[in-house]
């Protein structure tokens, strides 16, 4: 008797525990590498998050606001894990992941649970092509980065011949099969090479000194930026004249940081940054919260993405997945990377630009929609 | 002016192995390739490439080779796997990168750079010789006795230890290494070798040449081998075990701490879970070269970074190190107890 009555108190408890959980926090889940090679861009997205929910304060239905966050370490398997204990935790919102990877598997257990998944960095456009309702993703996708590097190779590098460089993930390869088939449709430049390297490794010699001999007028680094880092000071070393061009995941003050001098000249491609006061007002605040010399690349995404999602929460009055999902797509929101609108596929409407390095800075330096310098 | 004498290529072949070597040069239009082919041929002949490449091969074997004497030295003494050396390994290049850096900012660099750089090499082997007895200490000596799954899972046990430890401490990025070699460079017959560079690899083989004399010419490398040989036996004749097995754990860690600095200074950035990528070639290097033997580790190293450089200059770079273990286990087939291993554990009773 006194046994069944131990056991109705507890499962009492934690049903109590737990409907009043649900009734005043709201838990937004963070999934991103916080180990492994690309902890620092994971770090960013984390930090991203807290700070939007540091800015916004008060959210009218909720006592508090709880940020849950998940590892993904950049790998199928650790994101999926994450999720799920992101899903048991009960979170109602989730921002993430970093690596495309890591993404795709993680969407599964999550659209399934219906939870509302926004992605601060993931790029590659299989992720936004299953239609998936509840998902969204801020950065532009790699097909519109590939179009961007391609039209910058033709009509302003008015390069002939290029060789392209991967890490065989899924962000890394399918932006050189993107960069691939939007070269060969035009036919403009010629892929003289194609080049692979092992996702953490330190040394690239054998394939930069490979590609020096082949000496194609540009080398398109399809890599992260730890390994991106390293290449770069590896091919100066190696006084290889080709130009150097990357894209979005190298894009970080940390390649500026390791790189150093080696990377004066190189050319990325990245969203365009407006200029607008709530920007700067951003940066400020993360500088000071975190105690951060730069603001990550990243950090400015997943800072509109938990902005986003606290305001869509406050208009919808609930944070429910349809009716949030609902109200996340029929409005236009104002952020620090911009103006966010999503279309039907969950994508925003907004697209790359180049940079050049210059002076141990990222500064914008053509745009390919309108083919003029900037 | 183009010499391949020297590599003693018969003129076909050498047509042959320019289509092999050069696959990316060819272009899938046929009358562009020749062109294609003309034009990348003034860039970089082959003997130049070969050059380049045997340089990069030698780099990164003799970094592979500074650590694998680690695992070799350590194995060929109390007969255990240190797990724990690859984070051995990044704590020097940490160690390196902090005392690298408050030199620069005094300013040393600049004026006293031999001195800066005797002290860097000098703080970072020490410190992690100290690291590597207290290492052995608590948690390989207590199990000395016991049997070799208990010492094994207590090194995997240090080795996460210590990555934890060094991830609280040091933070989860990369961080970015003082470079204080620039990118000048000397050329030899169209090959770059960089002041860093000439100045690692001498350092490395100094370090090899300089741990062969000390294990053969003094008393104490007489001690090392009886205790690796018979411990009972060199306890009979007076060999302080205890002693010889510290000093071993002491110059094994230093080692990979200087090949820790090493891989600062050349590849411009250290993380707290760098050991890793490292840790496995240089184990497969040791093993490769027979574990136990040093000079076996030293061309274990050579070999590993041998194929890995040579197979991505050659053949398409993404099977670069399915290859390097494959070489692995065929090398263990034909010959278990690796290169230069003298199957020791079977001839020990």
């Given amino acids: ?374 | 002016m183009r010499n391949v004498s020297s590599i003693r290529i018969p003129t076909s072949h050498f047509r042959i192995l320019n289509s092999i070597i050069c696959l990316p040069c060819r272009s899938p239009e046929g009358e562009g390739a020749l062109s294609d082919l003309k034009r990348n041929f003034s860039s970089m002949d082959l003997s130049a490439f070969l050059l380049q490449q045997f340089v990069n091969a030698i780099f990164l074997g003799s970094i592979y080779a500074l650590i694998a004497l680690g695992y070799t030295m350590v194995y060929g003494i109390i007969e255990l796997i240190n797990f724990a050396h690859g984070e051995l390994f990044t704590a020097g290049a940490f160690i390196g990168l902090i005392v690298l850096t408050a030199l620069q900012q005094i300013g040393w660099v600049e004026t006293h750079f031999v001195l800066t750089m005797i002290i860097v090499f000098g703080m970072a082997m020490a410190y992690v010789a100290v690291l590597g007895v207290a290492v052995e200490h608590v948690a390989y000596k207590p199990l000395r006795t016991s049997s070799r799954l208990a010492a094994l899972l207590s090194a995997l046990g240090m080795s996460i230890f210590l990555s934890n430890g060094m991830m609280l401490s040091q933070g989860v990025s990369d961080r970015a290494y003082p470079q204080v070699f620039g990118f000048e460079a000397i050329e030899i017959m169209g090959a770059r070798i960089t002041n860093g560079q000439i100045f690692i690899i001498l350092l490395a083989f100094a370090l090899m040449v300089g741990l062969q004399l000390f294990v053969h010419r003094t008393r104490l490398g007489k001690a090392m081998r009886a205790t690796a040989q018979n411990k009972t036996m060199a306890r009979i004749l007076g060999i302080d075990i205890d002693m010889t097995i510290r000093i071993t754990f002491m110059i094994g860690p230093a080692l990979g701490a200087a090949a820790g600095v090493m891989v600062g200074l050349h590849y411009g950035a250290v993380r707290f879970d760098m050991g890793f990528i490292f840790m496995i070639k240089a184990f497969a290097a040791a093993i490769l070269g027979g574990i136990g033997s040093i000079p076996g580790a030293m061309i274990g190293g050579l070999i590993i970074g041998g194929i890995e450089v040579f197979w991505a200059a050659f053949l398409p770079s993404a099977w670069k190190d399915v290859t390097t273990f494959t070489v692995l286990i065929l090398v263990l087939y034909l010959r278990p107890s690796g290169l230069l291993g003298e199957g020791t554990t079977e001839v020990r009773v």
């Avoid at chain 1, 907004?350 to 053509?366: E, M, R, T």
């Fill in chain 1, 1 to 374: 008797m006194r046994k069944i009555a131990i056991l109705v108190l507890c499962f009492a408890l934690i049903i109590g525990f737990q409907g009043m959980a649900a009734a005043e926090t709201l838990k937004i889940g963070t999934l991103s590498p916080l180990t492994g090679p690309y902890a620092q861009d994971g770090t960013d997205i984390l930090q991203g998050v807290k700070t939007a929910v540091a800015v916004y304060g008060q959210l009218k239905g909720f006592d508090k606001v709880e940020v849950v966050p998940g590892d993904s370490a950049c790998d199928g398997g650790k994101a999926t894990m994450a999720a799920n204990k992101l899903i048991n935790s009960g979170v109602n919102v989730v921002i993430g992941a970093y690596c495309s990877s890591a993404t795709e598997p993680a969407q599964i257990p999550l659209m399934d649970a219906k939870i509302v998944q926004i992605t601060p960095a993931s790029t590659n456009e299989r992720l936004t092509a299953k239609g998936y309702e509840y998902f969204f993703r801020m950065p532009p996708r790699d097909d519109v980065q590939a179009w961007s590097t391609v039209q910058f190779l033709e009509k302003k590098l008015k390069a002939k011949t290029i060789a392209l460089i991967d890490d065989k993930q899924t962000y890394t390869a399918g932006l050189t099969a993107n960069i691939t088939k939007f070269a060969e449709e035009s036919g403009k430049v010629k892929i003289v090479a194609h080049e692979h390297i092992t996702p953490g490794d330190s040394d690239f010699t054998a394939v930069l000194t490979k590609l020096k001999r082949v000496n194609p007028d540009v080398i398109y680094m399809s890599v992260y930026q730890p390994e991106g880092s390293k290449m770069i000071q590896q091919a100066r070393k190696l006084a290889m004249k080709s130009a150097f061009l990357s894209e979005d995941a190298v894009f970080h003050p940390k390649f500026l940081e390791v790189a150093g001098p080696a990377a004066e000249g190189v050319y990325l491609t990245f969203a365009q940054a407006p200029d607008t006061p709530e920007r700067r007002q951003f940066i400020k605040t993360y500088m000071a919260m975190w105690n951060a010399k730069a603001v990550g690349s990243y950090a400015y995404y997943a800072y509109d993405a938990g902005m986003m999602a606290l305001a869509a929460i406050e208009k919808a009055g609930t944070a429910k997945a349809d009716p949030l999902q609902k109200t996340i797509r029929s409005n236009t929101w104002t952020g620090v990377s911009g103006d966010i609108k999503f279309d039907k596929h969950g994508d925003r409407k907004i697209a790359h630009i180049v940079w050049l390095v210059k002076d141990n800075q990222f500064a914008p330096y053509w745009d390919p929609l309108t083919g003029k310098d900037l």
